[in-house]
Each structure stands twice: as structure tokens, then as C-alpha cells.
């Protein structure tokens, strides 16, 4: 974590943006969860800032008055750029060296209380009006009233203490005076950029655009994805399988008491499948070191999952996914599109993945041709799986049915070695008894 730097007195000091994980060089500042004026402590959260990984919850290391926040929400700030300014104009209980430095986990909090904190710094006298402070309010509900002009200090919260939601600001009326709308015929001038100015100057979105800024996860996505399509040389296969067995083996062990409370979806079978395969076959599960010209092969899994959020396309991974049942992984897969839905997940979760399984399925897909991820050799994709006619045993039936796709880094995997790695995926789909040994 940069320093903090101070002044010529050494009472205002300055702090700089961590690094927030490998290889992240900056951060989309979300909200500040202080204001000028108001009185910080050691470990305190000041802000949250998005990253390629997650929204992570910045601690203030140092206690004092805010004089000074250098950024505004939507902010991308490169790292070791200031954030906020602080006055400490009391002295330091203790030598900074008296003590052994503790370390901060950017979003997680101090690992234990440091005894060599700073006093207390007593605050300026504050202002009655409400725009002094900050009202507590979820980043997407400040998001949400800024965009429709709402004065958060006059919303009733229903959130944890007193918090205001996205329902509680949706719920609100603006306490201004709302504008007179424009009169038949009134003629209100469309700039080229998609917005129209009203009568009081101000500027609205048109009804037949919607912008939406480029940031966090999903700026970072196509940055990656922008990424993998310039360097990996990629290829695709794939394979239409009958999994009725499958589906039937699913159908008996969701009744069964060991899967009692669990999801046991397709999506879970699918993952103990490509294990098995991957265990067959490693060189599909490896990566490019570039700088040493080798081919990394890596005898551990960390399977992610692709997961479709409100925040844009997140792929937590199970980490050291060889070793879990197939119970295992329906908990785990369970967690993982939890955690990211919610947005809770940790750059910890969401980093060193070494494969990645996307379901394409749960949209009514049949197929599809998946990036892959930088950093890994292959992807697999599970399409929808629907009853079809299908030739078994050389009769016409309707069969459960599905098709799989591996895209793949082609400096790493050939294509005998995508499509073997591929039709023992599949094999072991279409006879999932083939898997008791590894269940």
C-alpha cells in the first residue's frame, strides 16, 4: 500500500489508492462513505471502488478531519493516485516504528487493532444544513437519485441502519419544485450527443437512447475479452451428446439423502465430467508464459464458473477443484453464483482461474463460441439441454440432448487434443456410471 504523504507540517496527510490485486492498475471510485468536514478513525471505510475483480471497501489508515476528497464517484484512478486528504493535527501516541506495521487487506479490514493508532482528532464545529454530511445510502441507490435528482437527506431508509435503498429512492419524491413540462408545440433543440436541454437549462436523456457508462466489471471485460481476441489464437469444437443418462442419475440422487437441501443441477454433473477429463488429459488445463517462452502445465483445477450479475459478467472459480465431490460442487457452484450476483465476491475469488465452464443453456441456447479467458487454455460451453429425436440402439426415440463447445488457445492445445479431451467429456456424459469411481 503506497505511503501516505503529508505537508511541509506534517499534519495534513494525503492517501493514495492501493494496489488493489495483481495486475490491476486502477479503480472506478463508486461512492465516499465520508465528507469534507466529517471526523475519520483508524481502519475506518472512506470509500468503495470497483475493479476488474470486485467492489472493495477502502480503510483509511490514519484518523482526522476530512479537508479534502480528490476524486468524484465514476472516477477512474490510477493506482498510488490520491484519493483524500486528512488532518491530524495531534501527535501520534507512539512512534511509527515502536510497533510492528500491521497489514490491511484492502476490503477486508485491519488483521488486528494496531496499539500505535492516532488519537482522535477533535472535529470542526459542523454545519446544520444537510449538505454537510453524507447521507448512508448503497452506492446503487446514490447512483439512482443523483440520475433523477433526488436529495437523498429527505429519503426515509429501510436499509441495515437506517441505510437508504434503490426502492426507498425509487419510492421518493423530489422535495424541488418539479418542472413545468414543455407546452404542444414548444420546440426543445436535440444536441448530437442524444440529449435534449429543457426549459430550465438542464440536460435529460431522450426517450429513444439510453447511455450507460463504461466502468468496473464490464469495462474490464471487454478490455479482457478485447485482449483475448488479439493475442490467443483461438479455435472451437464440438460435440452433440445424448445425456438421458444423465439426466435420469440427477433425477434419482435429488432424492437420495445425501443431496437432500442442495441444487443438484446439470451444470454440476457437467463440472464433474470436465474434472474427470481434465485429470485425463492436463495439457487442456495450462497457461502461456509469454516473458520465459513455456508452456505452464498446471496439475491443480481452479474451475471457474461464468456468472451473468447485474455488474456484468464475473467468473469466480473453485479453487482446487479436482479434489470436491460432485455434493461438493453443487455447494460450491451454488456459492459462487450467489457471491456474484451479489456482488460480494473478493478479488481472492475471482482470481487464478486455470479453466472455465460457461452455460449458455440457462438462456435457451443451443450453442456458442466462448473467449477464452487470458491466462488459461481452453473454455467449455454447455448448451441447453431438450428433449429430441435422436437414434438409439438403431430406433427413433426422443432422447435429452445437448451440445458442447471447447474454444481453445491453439499455441497450447491442438486440435486432437481439444477434440479427445472433448469426446471424453462427453463420453462420460452420456454414461455418467463411468464417474462413480470419481462421484
Keep these: 500500500m503506497p505511503e501516505p504523504a503529508a505537508d511541509d507540517d506534517g499534519h495534513v496527510l494525503e492517501f493514495r489508492l492501493p494496489d488493489l490485486g495483481e495486475g490491476l492498475a486502477d479503480g472506478d471510485l463508486v461512492s465516499w462513505a465520508v465528507a469534507v468536514g466529517d471526523t475519520v478513525e483508524l481502519n475506518q471505510t472512506i470509500a468503495e471502488v470497483e475493479t476488474a475483480k470486485a467492489v472493495v471497501a477502502l480503510p483509511s489508515p490514519f484518523s482526522g478531519v476530512v479537508v479534502e476528497l480528490l476524486a468524484q464517484p465514476g472516477d477512474t484512478v490510477p493506482v ?50 444537510p449538505s454537510s454530511h453524507r447521507a448512508a445510502a448503497t452506492p446503487a441507490a446514490r447512483k439512482l437519485a443523483k440520475e433523477l435528482g433526488i436529495d437523498l437527506w429527505f429519503v426515509a431508509g429501510s436499509g441495515p441502519e437506517g441505510a437508504v435503498t434503490v426502492d426507498d429512492v425509487r419510492s421518493a419524491v423530489p422535495v424541488t419544485q418539479p418542472r413545468t413540462p414543455a407546452r404542444l408545440g414548444d420546440v426543445v433543440p436535440a444536441p448530437s450527443n442524444g440529449h435534449v436541454t429543457d426549459g430550465d437549462g438542464l440536460i435529460e436523456p431522450t426517450a429513444r437512447e439510453e447511455r450507460t457508462p463504461i466502468a468496473g466489471i ?11 481476441s488479439r493475442t490467443i489464437p483461438q479455435a472451437s469444437t464440438f460435440v452433440t451428446v445424448d445425456c438421458t443418462a444423465s439426466m435420469e442419475l440427477l433425477d434419482h440422487l435429488r432424492t437420495t439423502k445425501s443431496f437432500e437441501g442442495l441444487t443438484l443441477t446439470p451444470l454440476a454433473l457437467v463440472a464433474k465430467a470436465t474434472l474427470a477429463a481434465i485429470a485425463e488429459y492436463p495439457g487442456i488445463n495450462t497457461a502461456w508464459d509469454e516473458q520465459n517462452q513455456e508452456i505452464v502445465t498446471k496439475h491443480y483445477v481452479n474451475l471457474g464458473i461464468a456468472v451473468a450479475s ?34 460480494n465476491a473478493t478479488p481472492n475469488d475471482l482470481r487464478g482461474g486455470t479453466f472455465t465452464l460457461t452455460n449458455v443453456g440457462v438462456f435457451g441456447v443451443d450453442s456458442g463460441v466462448p473467449l477464452v479467458n487470458p491466462g488459461e487454455a481452453a473454455i467449455l460451453c454447455l448448451g441447453s439441454i ?18 458442447l463447445g471447447l474454444s481453445f488457445d491453439h499455441r497450447m492445445v491442438d486440435g486432437e487434443l481439444g477434440a479427445r479431451f472433448l469426446a471424453t467429456t462427453a463420453g462420460f456424459l452420456e454414461d455418467p456410471l463411468t464417474l462413480l469411481s470419481r462421484i
Design 80 to 129: 498510488g493516485a490520491p484519493l483524500i486528504r486528512v488532518r491530524n493535527d495531534l501527535e501520534v501516541s507512539a512512534p511509527p516504528t515502536a510497533e510492528p506495521h500491521t497489514n490491511v487487506l484492502v476490503g477486508y479490514g485491519p488483521e488486528a487493532e494496531s496499539t500505535s493508532r492516532r488519537r482522535k482528532a477533535t472535529p470542526s464545529m459542523a454545519s446544520s444544513t
Design 218 to 228: 464490464r469495462k474490464r471485460t471487454a478490455a479482457a475479452m478485447q485482449a483475448s
Design 310 to 343: 447485474d455488474r456484468g459478467l464475473m467468473v469466480p472459480n473453485l479453487k482446487e477443484a479436482q479434489s470436491l465431490s460432485l455434493r461438493e460442487l453443487c455447494r460450491e457452484i451454488s456459492w459462487a453464483a450467489d457471491t456474484a450476483r451479489s456482488g
Design 386 to 403: 431438450r428433449k429430441r429425436p435422436w437414434v438409439f440402439r438403431d430406433e427413433l426415440a426422443v432422447r435429452w440432448v445437448t451440445t
